[in-house]
């Protein structure tokens, strides 16, 4: 892995068994960015996406098409950086009503008649595919090429596996003055080295606003529930990031105020390529 800044961060303010407690929820992930001369592209923002022949461009019935978002080809990404229910091959497409063709209509978890404005579609490898042209009420999002690397990803702390590891069985972290005195210099660094919302897949996501798995669980289980709350809890643990992608200037994307946009799936649908299970988390 070729930073570890999560490891160093619990050897340098975590002591005893607390240090393998917070390691042993590190997940690796692959790292997007923007890719220098020679390197190799292994996704692309933006741009004309390459459908298979004859496929329609992605809409949200009733409200226009989706605007391209990103590809990924899965062959090309560091597999050390993935689970292994991800695809080995193929390529991943992400779609999402952006507001260009009506600004007032906007995805929503909670509500299952707008999932259709944020797709996923899975093109499996060898097959024949086409450049499309964006619909003409769209501007397409300028391309930018991204190469890979394998970095290191942590829980947000808020979440059930980080509060227990760090906490032991509590159901709510304390208010700030009440934090472990033992564990208040590891959550100052914490939230100091989380400052950037980077593009990457897989491994732990890096919200906006609080945990996109809670968010995702809460309305999965119709928003009947508290934060702490077992059910709650069990079905934020079902849930894994697929992608994420930040802002990003050169692509001239900005989802809300610099915010992000999280595809997340439960690990059997990512395992049967079921990307239409797919949801999405937009915060910003």
């Avoid at 050390?80 to 091959?89: I, K, N």
């Avoid at 980080?162 to 208040?184: F, I, M, Q, S, V």
């Avoid at 643990?237 to 697929?242: A, F, G, Q, Y």
Wanted: hydrophobic share 45%.
């Amino acid at each position: 892995m070729t930073d570890e800044p999560y490891s160093r961060l619990a050897a340098e303010h975590l002591s005893g068994d607390l240090v393998q407690r917070w390691t042993a929820l590190l997940r690796p992930c692959a790292r997007l960015r923007q890719a220098e001369a020679g390197e190799q592209i292994v996704a692309v923002l933006g741009g004309a996406p390459e459908l298979p022949a004859g496929a329609a461009w992605p809409e949200w019935p009733g409200y226009g098409p989706l605007s391209f978002v990103a590809s990924v080809r899965c062959a090309a990404l560091p597999r050390d950086g993935l689970a292994e229910e991800f695809p080995q091959d193929g390529t991943l497409l992400f779609f999402y009503f952006d507001g260009q063709v009506d600004e007032d209509a906007f995805v929503s978890v909670d509500d299952p008649e707008t999932w259709a404005g944020a797709q996923v579609l899975y093109v499996p490898a060898n097959t024949p595919v086409l450049p499309a042209d964006t619909p003409p009420v769209l501007e397409a999002f300028p391309r930018v090429e991204l190469s890979a690397e394998t970095g290191q990803s942590a829980p947000d702390l808020w979440l059930p596996q980080a509060r227990r590891a760090l906490l032991g069985d509590t159901r709510h972290w304390p208010h700030p003055r009440d934090t472990p005195a033992e564990l208040k210099p590891f959550v100052r660094a914490f939230r100091q080295l989380r400052t950037r919302i980077d593009h990457r897949i897989g491994g732990h996501a890096v919200p906006v606003q609080g945990p996109v798995e809670y968010e995702l669980a809460n309305a999965a289980l119709g928003g009947m529930h508290t934060w702490g709350d077992r059910l709650l809890d069990q079905e934020a643990k079902r849930w894994v990031l697929l992608a994420q992608f930040g802002s990003d200037s050169e692509a001239k994307m900005t989802w809300g105020e610099e915010g992000a946009l999280y595809w997340l799936i439960r690990l059997a649908d990512l395992a049967a390529h079921r990307f239409d299970e797919a949801r999405l988390i937009v915060q910003g």
